[in-house]
């Protein structure tokens, strides 16, 4: 599965105050500052309530077992489904074949908001049978105990509801061209929602196969399933479809859409490895010439990952799906992948370049899951990360090998590598092998840890063994296991027996049993360096708590790669930094000045330098950028700033840092700068030095900014990403043309909506300034019309980002409150609007109030096991900066106390606003003291802006 949300990319655009009167702004707001300061020393330890939450989230519910006995494994299913279009209804039947492997008299599966109406086993009577809501159990009880080896049939006719969510089998509805309303059923099923759909064993070890039949309407509907259809019966208003039975599968991989979608489709090479196959994409009739894309881009990463495993594709086609309403972003189902339109859909007329790269992304991670996910899985969902963290590295492996141009390896860093790195780094964070049971648990699991450090430590283990290694590895592990389940040890053994003098399992456990990751620390001596390692917290006030417990002691078996001054020649060397011992020695030549550590940024740690170390790599840097490559300047800027901002560096080292920006020209350095521009500005702006950062930070901008332009480069992908990151990082940080610009764009289009639209690339930020310099509130609502009648799905995210750009609170809460209906903002995109308008700094507190006071409505909407609704707290709260804010927080946990998938969530929004509160008493003074101490020379030097 693929993550829709916040982790995926940095929102680059915030909201801009009103510069006129920001010297006013900022006395008053200071000195609301200064007390919060106050209040900080007088009223609060930093984490005085940290273990109480720490133990509540480690509680467990003992005395429940929320896992399905292991009597009985299933080795088939015959599911017969009849879903009713018009009602939003379904009635289903099955029969289950099973194995008794332990005597007993209970059958008992999983089942739940389904109305269970006739159950039998064959040859055995029924005593009775009951559901257990708690644990979504149907409990069966026999009248006779099943012996060892026993094989019986079980047969349950079963009826649900299919409105009104977006798991389990649901109904989704679109308009067609005419305008008429469409109806479709389709299905989620991971990672719990199966037994919402049908009685079944829903846990990933119980694979069986699947013999599913769908009844349709007649005519222009049909139905689609995991594997190809066999045989089409016609009933007069309906007609049965009847599928091939699939492979050996988890319940959570079975999939059935109902629907009138047109359809495109291509064959995938196999190259001699398997049979060539099918591949069809399906969307709805008036966007079916969309597909093209999704079909030219997933059948070459298809046939990269053939020969990239080595294995042969063990099902006969590979379907795609584009759904008007999708919880996640796509769906890994085996055989018949699903899609939000957004991550399917591509039309150059509305796709921007990040639209074509994230579907790419999209479609390259589930596709990966074909094998790595589907063909093996994860015994349980404790390793999750082995489907989502391989996935997710993989994905852009393959979008690399079919677009090269698109610099995919290096920006692996700055989409998936560092925002876990802010995330672990947090006493909130979890072990990448953690212990779920209940569905909430289970739900919350899919997250960063999961996917982005899960990726970032395959990445680390892939360079620590070689590719070669690794990827022999990867096929032997498919070939052992194929159609079973795995824990973390069966994959690490694969590894092992390639390379087993490199101590792969010692390292691994280092990483995957303890949350975090070290910064090392780097002297210099006389025999070459000195690193030593801790753990690398965010907030310096972390390390006075005592750290959940940890058999490494929160030390790493570290593979480190480095560079020397005098190696231009690029080399590399490295050395394995054992979590047991205390120190490492690099010995070098006296005449190396510097080293650079983690080269490429392929090691999950961060690199502190002494401070002469620093200054000879921004010397080196100002000098000639070219001496580091793209990922190993990304790298500096980012570990630079991070252990700036956890005190553990001067702030004036990331400062200076900044000066060689003048000379950067390509797209992954300029995005880790231009976003921490951004995130320096929003803290520090109700501060004393605000109007000198803004000008500071706008003169880095300035060149970059004029030498890129608005005019979108047709053929030049990473020019177009750069471009947009620079444009929405000068208009957030109020560079007067950049604002202009899009206000005469914005008014442009509003004028003429047909032929004056901007730029794909450039929409979002036009809608999105040009509302914000508005002071009209008929260009909000001609938005807003425009927005009410746009039919592309991507087009509307790009508009609704827009309407979110209001300065008015009271035009925002409309909007909030407007958004909450679906007929207006999808269920999907729900979170989505609520992000946006919180990011803007006048949205923050609509948000946080109506979030507040409508807990019990959207609670019961979304559901507490619905792990985005769950995150949406931190996501609100994260530029909280005051202890007011804090205070109302904790009020809210206090009167709301059940949390579900969202436990993590809160104790991360607790640590966050504390943490801001602390960065702006630790680094404000120097931040400003530098501004208007080294950077002033600068400043006169320039135009003023």
């Not at 350095?669 to 500071?696: C, D, Q």
Request: with cysteine; charged share 20%.
């Amino acid at each position: 599965m693929f993550l829709s949300g916040y982790w995926l990319q940095v929102v680059l655009s915030w909201a801009v105050v009103a510069f006129a009167t920001a010297t006013v702004v900022v006395a008053v707001q200071n000195a609301k500052l200064e007390q919060d300061l106050r209040d900080v020393q007088s009223k609060i330890d930093i984490f005085e309530e940290w273990n109480g939450a720490k133990n509540q989230r480690v509680k467990r519910e003992d005395s429940i077992d929320y896992r399905l006995p292991t009597a009985l494994v299933p080795t088939h299913y015959e599911v017969y489904w009849h879903p009713d279009l018009e009602t939003g209804t379904f009635t289903g039947q099955e029969r289950i074949s099973i194995t008794v492997v332990e005597a007993t008299n209970q059958i008992i599966l999983h089942s739940y908001l389904l109305e269970i109406t006739s159950v039998y086993v064959l040859n055995r009577e029924v005593e009775s049978f009951e559901l257990e809501t708690e644990r979504q159990f149907l409990i069966i009880t026999l009248t006779q105990e099943l012996p060892v080896d026993a094989s019986i049939t079980l047969g349950i006719i079963f009826n649900g509801q299919m409105k009104d969510k977006l798991v389990g089998l649901y109904s989704s509805t679109y308009q067609n061209e005419a305008g008429a309303q469409r109806n479709i059923s389709t299905s989620q099923f991971e990672p719990v929602y199966a037994r919402q759909g049908f009685p079944c064993f829903d846990e990933p070890a119980m694979k069986a196969t699947f013999a599913i039949t769908v009844v349709h309407p007649s005519g222009s509907y049909h139905a689609i399933s995991n594997m190809k259809e066999i045989e089409s019966n016609y009933l007069g208003d309906y007609t049965e479809a009847i599928f091939e039975s699939t492979v050996k599968m988890s319940t959570y991989l079975v999939c059935v859409i109902v629907s009138d979608f047109a359809s495109q489709e291509t064959t995938v090479r196999a190259n001699g490895i398997g049979e060539d196959f099918s591949m069809q994409a399906y969307a709805t009739s008036h966007q079916i010439d969309k597909v093209e894309f999704a079909l030219e881009f997933g059948a070459a990463v298809t046939e990269y990952y053939i020969q990239y495993y080595k294995v042969a594709y063990p099902l006969t086609k590979l379907d795609m799906a584009a759904i008007p309403d999708f919880s996640s972003n796509a769906m890994e189902h085996w055989g018949l992948v699903t899609y939000r339109e957004t991550a399917l859909l591509y039309d150059s007329s509305y796709s921007s370049t990040l639209n074509k790269q994230s579907i790419a992304g999209v479609l390259a991670h589930e596709i990966a899951h074909q094998w790595f996910g589907n063909l093996v899985t994860m015994q349980w969902w404790n390793d999750i990360w082995l489907n989502e963290g391989f996935a997710r590295y993989m994905q852009y492996k393959g979008v690399n090998a079919v677009h090269s141009d698109w610099g995919m390896l290096e920006q692996f860093q700055i989409i998936a590598l560092h925002p876990v790195l802010l995330y672990d780094a947090k006493l909130s964070s979890h072990p990448i092998v953690q212990q779920v049971d209940t569905p909430a648990e289970i739900s919350a699991i899919f997250d960063t840890i999961s996917y982005e450090k899960g990726g970032s430590v395959i990445r680390m283990l892939e360079t620590y063994v070689g590719a070669e290694n690794f990827e022999e590895a990867v096929t032997n592990y498919l070939v052992k296991h194929q159609f079973q389940n795995t824990v973390t040890d069966d994959f690490l053994t694969e590894v092992d027996a390639v390379v087993p003098a490199l101590g792969v399992k010692k390292l691994m456990l280092t990483w995957t049993n303890q949350m975090g990751y070290p910064v090392l620390n780097v002297s210099k001596t006389s025999a070459g360096f000195l690193v030593t390692q801790q753990r690398f917290l965010s907030n310096p006030a972390s390390y006075e708590e005592e750290p959940e417990d940890s058999e490494f002691g929160y030390k790493w078996s570290v593979p480190i790669t480095y560079t020397a001054s005098t190696w231009e020649d690029g080399s590399v060397s490295s050395v394995v930094y054992d979590y047991d011992v205390d120190s490492v020695g690099i010995a070098l030549d006296s005449d190396i000045e510097w080293i650079k550590l983690n080269v490429h940024q392929t090691g999950y740690y961060r690199v502190n330098y002494e401070e002469s170390l620093w200054t000879l790599l921004i010397q080196q840097l100002t000098t000639d950028p070219s001496r580091f490559d793209i990922a190993d300047r990304a790298h500096l800027l980012n570990d630079a700033f991070a252990l700036a901002d956890a005190s553990q560096l001067s702030y004036i080292v990331p400062l200076e840092m900044t000066g060689y920006l003048a000379q950067e020209q390509d797209f992954v350095p300029w995005y880790v700068a231009a976003n921490k521009l951004i995130a320096i500005h929003r803290s520090l702006m109700f501060s004393e030095g605000y109007v000198s950062y803004l000008t500071y930070a706008r003169s880095l901008l300035a060149n970059i900014y004029q030498e890129l332009g608005w005019t979108v480069d047709a053929n030049n992908h990473l020019r177009n990403r750069l471009r947009v990151s620079i444009l929405s990082a000068a208009c957030a940080l109020g560079l007067p043309d950049c604002l202009e610009q899009a206000s005469t764009r914005f008014n442009a289009f509003l004028q003429n909506p047909t032929t004056a639209r901007p730029s794909p690339d450039l929409r979002e930020i036009v809608y999105y300034y040009g509302i914000q310099e508005s002071s009209s509130q008929s260009s909000w609502q001609q938005l807003y019309a425009l927005f009410l009648d746009e039919a592309d799905a991507s087009e509307r995210v790009k508009m609704m980002y827009g309407l979110a750009g209001s300065r008015d609170a009271q035009t925002l809460f409309n909007f909030l409150d407007l958004g909450y209906d679906e007929s207006i903002v999808r269920s999907q995109d729900y979170f989505t609007l609520v992000q946006n308008i919180a990011a803007n700094p006048v949205g923050e507190p609509v948000v946080w109030e109506y979030y507040r006071e409508h807990w019990p409505e959207l609670s019961a909407r979304f559901t507490l096991t619905n792990r985005n609704f769950g995150r949406l707290i931190s996501q609100i709260t994260q530029n909280f900066a005051g202890t007011v804010k804090l205070e109302e927080v904790q009020q809210f946990y206090a009167k709301y106390p059940e949390a579900g998938a969202g436990a993590n969530s809160r104790l991360e929004a607790v640590e966050t606003i504390k943490y801001n509160i602390e960065w702006l008493a630790r680094n404000r003074a120097d931040i400003t003291d530098w501004l208007s101490g080294t950077a002033s020379p600068l400043l006169t030097a320039k135009n003023q802006l």
